[in-house]
T-cell receptor, first 112, second 112 residues
């Protein structure tokens, strides 16, 4: 039972570098989302998708891009990393209409 | 705008105690409320989901209640064990936007 899989688990970037955080789910969930978790601030929604080909912005979308070409995958792209993007990133999925969300193990990103 | 607050931020109790974690939300148009557990360096695991039409949900030693009129939810843990040590987050799903809004979490330590 793979569930929601995120890669990599850890990453260090230099300011200005770009990278893609991968997220894949094998539960055929339509709804997928990306959150960032910072100390004392809980989880904040970055982007979400209600199905293949459809994405929308969350609470803190600046500096991040997403695409959803398949139901299974929802990558998050940092085009030009900044120290403010140092955080733990979580991907989640659920069936549309259900509130039961499944989370990945997270990616700990440090931008120096 | 929905805001979710959890008090206290941290809690330390001896093993065997019954305890209550609090979650408050500002928008009564909440669709449902979910409690999660997060172990250090791990993702989130859903514990209990309470629909807006429900008053409480139970799973083993855990009981969660929801009072929309007062904007409060509580997570009751009976006979706490060291294995319960973790961070507990509540998240309200907005009835207007459908998005999950997270509290900052309560970090629980249960001492043997």
């Amino acid at each position: 039972n793979a569930g929601v899989t995120q890669t990599p688990k850890f990453q260090v970037l230099k300011t200005g570098q770009s990278m893609t955080l991968q997220c894949a789910q094998d539960m055929n969930h339509e709804y997928m989302s990306w959150y960032r978790q910072d100390p004392g601030m809980g989880l904040r929604l970055i982007h979400y998708s209600v199905g293949a080909g459809i994405t929308d912005q969350g609470e803190v979308p600046n500096g991040y891009n997403v695409s959803r070409s398949t139901t299974e995958d929802f990558p998050l792209r940092l085009l030009s990393a900044a120290p403010s993007q140092t955080s733990v990133y979580f991907c989640a999925s659920r069936v549309t209409g259900s509130s039961l969300a499944f989370f990945g193990q997270g990616t700990r990103l440090t931008v120096v | 705008k929905q805001e979710v607050t959890q008090i206290p931020a941290a809690l330390s109790v001896p093993e065997g105690e019954n305890l209550v974690l609090n979650c408050s939300f500002t928008d009564s148009a909440i669709y449902n409320l979910q409690w999660f557990r997060q172990d250090p360096g791990k993702g989130l695991t859903s514990l209990l989901l309470i629909q807006s039409s429900q008053r409480e949900q139970t799973s083993g030693r855990l009981n969660a209640s929801l009072d929309k009129s007062s904007g409060r939810s509580t997570l009751y843990i009976a006979a706490s064990q060291p294995g319960d040590s973790a961070t507990y987050l509540c998240a309200g799903r907005s009835g207007n936007t459908g998005k999950l809004i997270f509290g900052q979490g309560t970090t629980l330590q249960v001492k043997p």
